[in-house]
């Protein structure tokens, strides 16, 4: 049951920056949806990464085992990553944060993954299916990296404050408002 919930999660992502591939190669930019899409299946494939990570007996035993000082890099690995996934499902600073996806999938993946004696020896995993995932893996990892090559920083609107600027008879804008208010 773990290996298909790896596999769809994997695939998700792969999905996901096919879409946001899409998007860049189009010659316009209008279609802004592909990007949300892209970036909302990305951010759906890294939470369920996470929760697969923290939650899963089996991919939870192969990271505390395969990890030194395991305990302690689980807990910052499953924040970090939530916290990647939780910023791309809405689409907030996508940009900051695809720079940790790129280092936390690149480190997971070298030093969970690919010790392919660990799934194929003691978890019975057949070696192909271990194979595609890491190429899964390796798909998202390139794909934030294009991303970070082709996007632009977007930094959300920051609120302002309107300056209230004199009227004809002295008063500011905002006591002339209020006055006609009351």
Not at 9 to 27: E, H, K, Q
Not at 65 to 94: A, D, E, H, M, N
Not at 138 to 145: D, K, L, R, W
Request: overall charge positive; glycine content about 8%.
């Amino acid at each position: 049951m773990y290996v298909q919930l790896r596999m769809s999660t994997r695939l998700l992502g792969v999905a996901g920056n096919f879409l946001l591939f899409a998007y860049f190669v189009s010659r316009s930019h209008e279609s802004r949806w592909l990007q949300r899409a892209g970036e909302c299946l990305v951010g759906l494939s890294v939470l369920l990464s996470t929760y697969s990570i923290l939650l899963v007996a089996e991919d939870r035993e192969a990271f505390l085992k395969l990890i030194p000082f395991s305990r302690v890099v689980l807990f910052i690995y499953g924040i970090l990553l939530g916290t990647v996934g939780f910023c791309y499902v809405p689409g907030l600073f996508v940009y900051d944060v695809t720079f940790g996806l790129v280092a936390l999938l690149s480190m997971s993946t070298v030093g969970v993954d690919m010790r392919m004696w660990y799934w194929t020896q003691r978890r019975g995993l057949h070696y192909w299916n271990q194979m595609r995932l890491v190429i899964d893996n390796m798909t998202i990892i390139v794909g934030a990296v294009l991303y970070l090559i082709c996007a632009q920083r977007e930094l959300p609107p920051l609120p302002v404050k309107e300056e209230t600027l004199p009227t004809k008879d002295g008063k500011g804008r905002d006591e002339t408002v209020n006055k006609k208010l009351s």
